[in-house]
């Protein structure tokens, strides 16, 4: 009979607090609603929806609840969803933990690149508390900076541990802080995975097919000797086994190894029905695997030796011992006792501690009195025992629960004195909102005293309440808080006691394209408009803060009636231009960025806060142009001082000075009759003007643009056109020069002449009808067609055959005439002269004929005349 090793198994702590929460809530009859799997399993799914659980559905019922899943949401979801309905959060606290961590490190100033996968419902909803944040499996390039390295909880730790060597090793210039958000009890059920994997003769892997953590479980037992098996409950083992031979075989054997694990999201139910079969079927020992290494003493060599392991049917004397050691060991820390424990690992999901049990305590973050920052280890705390985990050796405590009354008697101090409670928004209710004092006593906020809008997404940082009702009815305490009043109080303090110049602390809220809005104090907002962030003023609020960044601000302006703060960052900083003479003098070449450009000039940013007006004249040596054809916001440029007058924050600057007039040198770059590049910048009337260089053009007359008659300039030259040009003169001292687009080509007009001469035959398209003839365009030069020397009317396009009948040159082209009609003529001569010959030789032949007939002899036997 086989040896049957029992792993963890069962649900771990977030999950099962929400399935057996569902089950509460439809146990009660309540309409329930969630968005998805409240767990990756669909047999617990099922179990769900038969008792009433709603997915994924519209429903119109009055009172519905939406229950958020462990996986979380992002707020702006959840927000929406509260809109229409009331909302049970529950959002596993490991998971609820990573998501505040990625918020905090991103105020810190780091970037967020989570290891998991970006379709998952838990990274979708990290994504939404760190919009930036990137989710990815594959190491990608980033860029330079501060980057955290978090993880999805349910991945794989060699996975998690390989891909933060890769980004190291891919990114040396960034900076990393590693922070492994992977769940203690994935990592858990890992390392018996791979224990399995290389020990048993086949680990069967129990959990939903959706479930990240089974399969990765899977994966890993499957790696070793490739024996391990994938299932969701007991119908599937036996349709694997009805078709696996060897599966059977293996389970058959006496003398195998058959190792039994779950996934984080499968039931204790479906486990059990399958150890069950099993034994039944195959007969054999059940091992609990804590059990079965401290009888090998085998934990930290990660193997078991099966063939010491004796029968077990009669326990030995130090069985029994053991268990009555177990059995005391269970009554001096059970259930409900506060012990003192140490704490031995402080992690981001909560701490680790040693309260003296064999086994590993777990103090989860919503069972945790102080701030997880506040920890450390060897440090000393009370926790309470919730609830013991044998299978998997661990324990739930609670350290907030022995705090219970103490807190409740600060709680009625504060009531009685006027003072503030801490605490935090736990989610939204009929009324009002349920609210957690100091991590232990619930409070009732009512929505009237809250100072949240309706709709607006709910603050999970801790805060200040005002209690305003402390009534005790028998062992249950009613206590109603409320921020309203805090903030009035706060608010009046502030007005009373700040001024203009003083300098606070605030949060920056939100940022647009007006400036930033700061939160000051947690209950009064303040405006930094963009002109008070930097004496830069092309630098915006958008440009140095980042949203949840804590800085300190002046106060420029403060108006208690209207409750109006402006505030000012520019003002804490040295104002640039006290000593910009002693940096910088008339004369003086500098560098500077384009900041903005106007009509009059544009603006140049040299130093900090110091910007300079380069005004047009001082731009252009010629004829001013276009600045934008110069210079763009954002060119580096140099420049030269021409003024500074620091008590009106002014420097003028000179470009063209820096840059030198290009026409003292214009003759020697661009000689008469050499071929230049241009751009045509001007399509005038009469002609195109085109840059040499910038602050250098040339003017071409409409006669120099093409050989051929040019009617409309556009139809064959446009702005913004590149063209070679000849350069026809050059009149430095008027800064002139003309040019000619048509002789940087081949004249086409002397290549037409040397291979004609009047008398020839060439064939021209109609492009043009003129008074007294037509103009035709004939191997590329247009040659005139008189009305008088053709015979019918011509249509433009039309394509005709003629002779030349003048070839004259003028200038430097020719004056091509061509008639149609003389072609026509000479082909019509030829047809009739051909006709004549032909009706010549008929003649001549029909005579011949005639004259044979007359000469020839009698037929015999016929008379003659």
């Known amino acids: 009979m086989p040896n049957v090793i029992i792993g963890p198994v069962g649900f771990c702590f ?104 970006p379709h998952h419902a838990e990274m979708i909803a990290l994504k939404g508390h760190v919009e930036d944040a990137i989710i990815t499996k594959m190491p990608v390039r980033i860029e330079p900076g501060k980057w955290a390295i978090m993880s999805q909880t349910t991945s794989s730790k060699d996975g998690y541990e390989q891909f933060v060597k890769s980004m190291k090793t891919l990114n040396p210039d960034a900076e990393f802080s590693i922070c492994n958000t992977i769940c203690n009890v994935t990592i858990e059920r890992e390392d018996i995975a791979k224990k399995f994997g290389e020990m048993c003769d086949l680990t069967i892997v129990i959990g939903g097919k959706n479930s990240s953590n089974t399969k990765k479980l899977y994966e890993i037992a499957l790696e070793k000797k490739g024996n391990a098996v994938h299932v969701e409950d ?166 907030k629960k022995p705090m219970q009354r103490k807190i409740m008697e600060d709680i009625l101090n504060a009531f009685k004195e006027g003072k503030t409670v801490t605490g935090r928004i736990l989610e939204r209710i009929k009324g009002g909102y349920r609210v957690l004092i100091e991590n232990v006593v619930e409070a009732f906020l009512p929505g009237s005293e809250s100072n949240l809008k309706e709709g607006e997404e709910l603050p999970r940082e801790k805060m200040h309440f005002a209690v305003i009702n402390f009534e005790q009815r028998g062992r249950k305490t009613n206590v109603v808080v409320s921020r309203k009043r805090l903030f009035q109080k706060l608010i009046e303090e502030f007005f009373q006691t700040k001024k203009q110049g003083d300098v606070i602390e605030g949060i920056v809220e939100t940022i647009d394209e007006r400036g930033a809005f700061v939160k000051i104090g947690g209950v009064l907002t303040g405006f930094l408009p963009n002109g008070e ?13 980042t949203a949840g960044k804590v800085m300190r601000f002046q106060i420029k302006e403060l108006d208690p009636e209207k409750r109006r703060i402006t505030l000012s960052l520019k003002a804490l900083m040295p104002d640039p231009w006290e000593n910009v003479t002693k ?37 252009f040596w010629g004829k001013p142009g276009k600045i934008t054809d110069v210079v763009a916001v954002g060119d580096a440029v140099k420049l030269q001082i021409l003024e500074i007058v620091p008590e009106k924050r002014r420097i003028v600057l000179s470009y063209k000075s820096v840059e030198g007039n290009p026409w003292d040198k214009v003759e020697q770059k661009y000689p008469e009759g050499s071929i230049a590049t241009g751009k045509v910048i001007k399509v005038l009337p009469n002609g195109v003007i085109v840059e040499l260089e910038p602050n250098v053009t040339g003017f071409c007359n409409i006669s120099e643009i093409c050989w051929n008659f040019v009617d409309k300039i556009e139809d064959v030259i446009k702005e913004g056109d590149i063209v070679k040009f000849q350069i026809l003169s050059i009149d430095k001292d008027n800064k002139k020069i003309r040019v000619s687009i048509r002789k940087a080509k081949e004249n086409p007009w002397e290549k037409f002449a040397k291979s004609h001469k009047e008398g020839d035959t060439v064939t021209a398209k109609i492009i043009k009808a003129v008074d007294k003839g037509y103009i035709g365009l004939c191997e590329g030069v247009e040659v005139y067609i008189p009305k008088t ?77």
């Open 14 to 117: 977030g999950v099962e607090r929400a399935v057996e929460r569902v089950k509460e809530l439809l146990r009660e009859g309540k309409n329930v609603l969630t968005d998805g799997d409240i767990v990756h399993n669909k047999n617990v799914m099922n179990h769900l929806k038969e008792l009433g659980l709603m997915v994924e559905e519209d429903v119109g019922f009055k009172d519905t609840i939406f229950v958020v899943r462990a996986h979380g949401l992002p707020p702006k979801v959840l927000s929406e969803i509260s809109k229409k309905y009331q909302i049970i959060d529950l959002t596993c606290p490991i998971v609820l933990n990573v998501f505040k961590l990625a918020e905090k490190l991103r105020a810190d100033g780091f970037k967020i690149i989570a290891y998991g996968n």
């Open 234 to 399: 007991i119908e599937e083992l036996k349709g694997l086994i009805s078709v696996n031979s060897k599966l059977s075989e293996i389970l058959s054997n006496p003398n195998s190894k058959i190792g039994i694990l779950s996934g984080t999201s499968t039931s204790n139910n479906d486990v059990n029905n399958i150890v069950k079969y099993i034994l039944e079927k195959y007969g054999g020992r059940e091992l609990f695997m804590a059990e079965l290494e401290k009888l090998n003493n085998t934990v930290k060599e990660e193997q078991v030796n099966f063939e010491q392991l004796e029968d077990r049917s009669e326990p030995s004397f130090e069985e029994l011992l053991n268990e009555s050691e177990k059995a005391m060991e269970q009554n001096r820390v059970g259930k409900g006792r506060i012990v003192e424990g140490i704490v031995t690992e402080v992690t981001p999901t909560g701490l680790t501690v040693d309260f003296g049990w064999k086994g590993t305590g777990v103090v989860p973050l919503e069972e945790l009195y102080k701030e997880l920052s506040e920890y450390k280890v060897g440090q000393k705390i009370l926790v309470r025992i919730e609830k013991f985990n044998e299978e998997e050796g661990t324990a739930i405590l609670s350290e």
């Open 533 to 545: 962030v930097s004496y830069n003023s092309s630098v915006k609020a958008s440009d140095v803060l």
């Open 583 to 619: 940096k910088f003098q008339v004369g003086q070449q500098v560098s500077g960025i384009v900041t903005s450009i106007k009509p009059f000039g544009f603006f140049a940013k040299i130093d900090d806060g110091i910007e300079g007006l380069v005004p047009i004249s001082e731009i």
């Open 789 to 865: 020397q053709v015979y019918d009317n011509l249509n433009i396009d039309d394509e005709v055959t003629g002779k030349i009948i003048k070839l004259e040159p003028q200038k430097d082209i020719y004056k091509i005439i061509v008639s149609p009609k003389a072609y026509e003529d000479e082909n019509a001569l030829k047809s009739a002269k051909s006709t004549e010959e032909t009706n010549i030789a008929k003649v001549t032949m029909e005579g011949k004929l005639e004259n044979a007939t007359e000469s020839k002899e009698p037929e015999p036997g016929t008379a003659k005349d």
